[in-house]
């Protein structure tokens, strides 16, 4: 009998209630005893909607984030909220979003009231989602609290369910921290593996039976460092008195597949979604008695499962390994929205394609069942399955030949400038005749509440077509002016008529469906609702054309056009499985030429292509990175590159780190990038020094994700030692980013500031 298990479930809630509850209690709303109710309820929920599992998890849900939980039961929190008095949950939020201090905490009360900085988010390996980085020095210790594990294993059990707490594991635990004074984590190792050992004698003093303990590491390339650190940790924890399951996901185990087959625990489970034909070779290196899970549902993406052609190949994995074989999602569901049934819009074709959380379990459940009492049993919803799936694949809305000719017609001139940097750019100083420093903004302008109801009246049927336009025009008029009055030199619309910048284009692109409640957590109460690329992409009109030209009417100074890349379209969106993600993304870059093409006939003369999310994209092990770049990098110069010498491209991207994918970031052959460096102090744009990016850079010296103004002085203090760096002819200055989560206020002497320090520096340098 094959047992079925889960190794994690979304928590959110269905309807996010979840976040609901947490954004009512931080703004005082509601008490801390509606808060704590709403989390029973949701696990209580979880629990029920996995009740057909062998073993459902515990310990999954979480408040904030299952890494912050993970150092909670540690008792490993940053220095600077120990000896906290006050509730234990307040003390937690304290972690994870940082505490402002009141203007004048009075008398006595530094300590206590003074604010607290919130602690450093990073991605979940290659996940949009964001957890907060533990905080480790020499001298960190670990003490164990299994309070909130115990309390939510006492819940399942009262509630029946048969429970398997999940941990992170030790090794991962500490390759997802950040040394703060440079010492090497791995020496914490010892300190961190007795409560380890304690944690886990406590599980089963409680009755645990099995603990899942996940190492997601495994699937990156570890050093002989982190490979002894693997051995020295699960010898470590042997003698424990639970079996331990020793979870991989997100990847291929590849080198490590020896290790991770070999380390003492009861199982191991891996992702046969990423890593099919590396489980015959690991079934070989498996000892006898050790359980093998097989993650076969795809925990990060929305598709159906191929049920009949899945079980093709587990039969005879099931036939050989018998009850050892276990079965799950790829990964916990924390990845894939709650529950397909609450969608009322999705069209009939598109839903039947789909599975969300609660569908997946159910795939779950039907593949045991072939399994365990033979296809025959299931036969119904097994050709339901089949059928589905062949309709996707035969689908005219999926498949459309022009666009795959397209695709295949694609040579890399297309991607090819008509002339190098050096030659072009005068022509471009010509036509813009902008002086040294010239300044622009990165796209948006504040979102303001009129806005906001303009759009939502629009979506409601309350607003006219042309009321709408009216309203979007009106607010577009309103950033140039301001822009004018500034005195910036390269102005933009500002995107009031945009409410996302992926979800934008998605709206007007065929291949591309949305959901009204698949919400993904992206940290804390955050989250995203990606669109759906499910089809062959197609750019039935221009999408960006009318709003720009209107824009540019109004002034004389230079408009940007402002698109969104293909490979950050694709990054922020679920995508198709049925042909590699290169190809869509090649094809998101044909429908963005042609509006670039467009946006050139129409007469704009600078235009901005976002790749916020190219960075994100990279592959977990860097022998791929290569293979990622090379398409990514190609489909941006397709959608970019197709405009004449004249015309000016820029990109932005929304970080700093650029050392490790510099040749690919300048292979791009933007004429100018904008990047992320405020609050870097410039020292990332050592990365862009003279002899390594060749165009022209804007390096933000104004960090939008703050409220505070910065002063003249300081931009022009960061901006020269940018010159330091890059030759002062091919810098600009702007912000770190678009300023739609500004307010004007805040907008406007920020601004000032900037054009003045870009004055200053005109004259200094
Ligand atoms: N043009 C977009 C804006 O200004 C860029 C946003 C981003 O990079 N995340 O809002
Ligand atoms: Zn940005």
Not at 18 to 45: D, I, M, P
Not at 342 to 369: G, M, N, P, V
Not at 668 to 684: N, P
Request: net charge negative.
């Amino acid at each position: 009998m094959v047992t079925t298990h889960n190794l994690g479930f979304p928590r959110i809630g269905a309807q996010r209630e979840l976040k609901f509850a947490l954004e009512s209690y931080w703004k005082g709303q509601s008490s801390r005893a509606a808060l704590q109710q709403v989390g029973q309820q949701l696990r209580q929920q979880h629990w029920a909607d996995q009740a057909a599992l062998d073993w459902a998890p515990v310990g999954d849900f979480s408040f904030y984030d299952q890494v912050l939980d993970m150092s909670f039961t540690l008792g490993h929190l940053p220095e600077r909220v120990r000896g906290h008095e006050g509730d234990v949950l307040d003390n937690y939020f304290r972690v994870a979003r940082g505490r402002s201090a009141p203007a004048d905490p009075g008398a006595g009360h530094a300590a206590c009231c003074a604010g607290v900085a919130a602690g450093e988010m990073t991605k979940w390996f290659d996940t949009n989602y964001h957890y907060i980085v533990p905080e480790f020095t020499a001298t960190t210790t670990f003490q164990l609290d299994a309070s909130r594990l115990l309390a939510q294993w006492a819940e399942a059990r009262a509630q029946g369910v048969k429970a398997k707490p999940v941990l992170i594991g030790p090794v991962t635990y500490l390759a997802l921290g950040k040394a703060k004074d440079g010492s090497d984590r791995l020496a914490l190792l010892e300190r961190l593996l007795p409560v380890y050992a304690q944690l886990l004698d406590t599980l089963a003093a409680q009755g645990a039976e099995w603990v899942q303990i996940d190492e997601p590491i495994l699937v990156t390339e570890l050093d002989a460092d982190w490979q002894h650190a693997f051995n020295t940790a699960y010898h470590h924890l042997k003698s424990a008195k639970v079996k331990l399951l020793l979870a991989s996901y997100f990847g291929s185990l590849q080198e490590n597949a020896y290790l991770a087959a070999n380390l003492p625990v009861a199982g191991l489970h891996v992702d046969a979604i990423n890593d099919r034909d590396g489980v015959r070779p690991l079934i070989n290196l498996l000892p006898a008695h050790k359980v093998l899970s097989l993650g076969v549902v795809n925990g990060r993406n929305i598709w159906k499962t191929d049920l009949n052609a899945t079980l093709d190949w587990l039969e005879p994995l099931a036939e050989q390994l018998g009850p050892r074989l276990w079965i799950a999602p790829s990964c916990s569901l924390l990845h894939v929205p709650v529950d397909l049934a609450s969608e009322q819009k999705l069209d009939a074709d598109i839903l039947s394609w789909l599975a969300f959380a609660r569908q997946k379990l159910a795939e779950l459940q039907l593949l045991a069942q072939a399994l365990n009492h033979g296809r025959a049993s299931v036969r119904e919803a097994l050709d339901a399955n089949r059928a589905a799936l062949a309709a996707r694949r035969a689908s005219t809305r999926v498949h459309r030949p022009e666009v795959q000719l397209a695709v295949s017609k694609i040579t890399r001139d297309l991607g090819q400038r008509e002339t190098p940097y050096p030659q072009r750019a005068p022509k471009q100083a010509a036509l813009l005749r902008l002086p040294k420093f010239p300044t622009t903004t990165i796209g948006s302008f504040p979102q303001t509440a009129e806005i906001r109801r303009a759009r939502s009246d629009f979506k409601a049927g309350r607003l006219d077509a042309a009321g709408y336009q009216a309203a979007m025009r009106a607010e577009i008029e309103r950033a140039v002016r301001e822009q004018e009055a500034l005195g910036l030199d390269v102005l933009v619309h500002g995107e009031a008529e945009r409410n996302d910048m992926v979800e934008y284009f998605g709206e007007q692109l065929d291949g591309y469906a949305f959901s009204q409640f698949g919400w993904v957590q992206s940290y804390g109460s955050r989250c995203v609702k990606p669109p759906i690329l499910f089809g062959d992409i197609r750019r039935p009109q221009p999408m960006t054309v009318a709003w720009t030209t209107y824009a540019q009417s109004l002034t004389d100074k230079p408009m940007k056009g402002m698109l969104t890349g293909p490979v950050t379209i694709l990054n922020w969106s679920f995508v198709r499985d049925d042909q590699p993600r290169s190809v869509s993304c090649l094809q998101l870059a044909l429908a963005i030429r042609q509006e670039v093409l467009d946006l050139e006939r129409a007469g704009v003369r600078v235009i901005q292509i976002d790749e916020a999310a190219l960075r994100e994209g990279l592959p977990l092990r860097r022998a791929q990175w290569p293979v990622y770049l090379d398409w990514a990098v190609e489909s941006f110069r397709v959608a970019a590159n197709g405009v004449r010498d004249e015309t000016q491209i820029h990109t932005h991207m929304c970080y700093s780190e650029f050392n490790d994918i510099m040749a690919a970031i300048a292979d791009m052959d933007a004429d100018v990038i904008t990047i992320e460096t405020s609050r870097s102090d410039m020292e990332l744009l050592d990365a862009f020094d003279d002899f390594r990016y060749p165009n022209e850079i804007g390096p933000g010296v104004y960090d939008i994700h703050s409220p505070n103004i910065p002063t003249e002085q300081h931009m022009v203090a960061l901006m020269k030692k940018a010159a330091e760096r890059v030759p002062a002819e091919r810098l600009w200055v702007n912000p770190d980013c678009g300023l739609k989560t500004r307010q004007w206020p805040e907008v406007i002497p920020a601004l000032t500031h900037l054009v003045a320090a870009a004055k200053t520096l005109r004259a200094e340098c």
